[in-house]
């Protein structure tokens, strides 16, 4: 049931291209991560939804059996002990198609990867102002 080898344009042309009950599972997911970072921007990325806010914050896309979340290793670390019964894999979780998005799970990973993004951009901005205040004559 995976998408074809179509390049999507957006976010809404990824998720039409499935059967109506795969469709349903994705807009949920979609109003899941966009309610948890209201400021995040949709992207497509290596082909699949994804929002970004100083980077990429998560990825999802319809697997054959699941709904596959994507967001990055740090944490599938911090959140371990709350993902026991689902499938995961270094920076990936599959939500099986038979049971019930992880709502409040999902939010919470949202929010952390909302807070190392924000954390690393800070570091990024205050890393480029002390190199360029540095070679500034006074």
Do not use: C, W
């Not at 970004?52 to 290793?73: D, E, M, R, W």
């Not at 019964?85 to 990867?113: C, E, H, N, W």
């Amino acid at each position: 049931m995976e998408a074809t080898s179509k390049k999507f344009k957006s976010v809404d042309e990824y998720i039409s291209s499935f059967p109506k009950d795969v469709r349903t599972l994705l807009e949920e997911m979609r109003t899941t991560v966009t309610q948890a970072a209201p400021k995040a921007q949709e992207v497509i990325s290596y082909n699949m939804p994804a929002i970004n806010q100083h980077g990429v914050l998560v990825y999802y896309a319809a697997g054959k059996s699941h709904i596959g979340f994507y967001p990055t290793a740090s944490p599938m670390q911090e959140f371990k002990d709350q993902m026991t019964k689902y499938k995961t894999s270094k920076g990936a979780i599959q939500f099986p198609m038979d049971q019930p998005i992880p709502i409040a799970l999902v939010k919470k990973i949202v929010r952390f990867r909302m807070k190392e993004n924000a954390e690393r951009a800070l570091a990024k901005a205050a890393l480029t102002k002390s190199k360029t205040g540095s070679l500034k004559t006074k």
